[in-house]
């Protein structure tokens, strides 16, 4: 078993802990310039497990043209088994006690700068605003949070670990309404759905969710249709040494 980490916007990390997203979808980075079928994992030896080494199946056969960077590719999320540790915008903080700014603790593991016996804890964005905590606290100073970007996070902050259950290749566009709705999607009334905290909204999770990869991708990339890796995952406990 392998663990690798994979970056989740806010909306998204919330989807997964409400257990409402299950799967995800990544460009390939290196799409084929050939005509292709699909694509197929190796295997060490005949129907032995999937490897992360990949294979794009030929249209037309290899005598008509090779990919600029080959037939074989890998995967980079993994295979089924593997894991993959969730980064998101976080901080590290303390908790204060905003009316009389004084420090409430000992909370967490780790020391303030200016005073060691005062203890921080990590905050998630995702959670939404956090008015009663800070950035870190001297005497007579406190400094608010300034959230760190998602690729920033370190792996002890992580409190979201996944097991990939399934890793396959598909053009973009072949995504189902069961898929759409594995990806986040949610009913937001009179017959709609939405991602992302009620953006996107429309009366197909299919379009709804090709509202949000375009705002990720931008505004072509659904248009594009690109092979796409589909993860699909499941939430494992994660252990709080």
Known sequence: MVERPILFSAPMVRAILSGQKT????????????????????????HGPATINWYWRPRHGHLNGVPSHGWYFKCPYGQPGDRLWVRESHAQVFEVDIPEGRPVGPIGTAGSPGR?????????????EMPNVVQWHHVGDSQPVRWSPSIHMPRAACRLLLEITGVRVERLQKISYQQAMAEGCGHAGDGLFHVEDGLHLAADPRESFAGLWSSINGAESWAANPWVWVVEFKRVEVSRG
């Open 116 to 128: 060691p016996d005062w203890k921080s804890r990590y905050v998630y964005r995702a959670d939404g």
């Open 23 to 46: 799967v995800t979808r990544r460009v390939i980075k290196h799409q084929p310039d050939v005509p292709v079928t699909d694509a197929i994992p190796r295997r060490d030896y005949p």
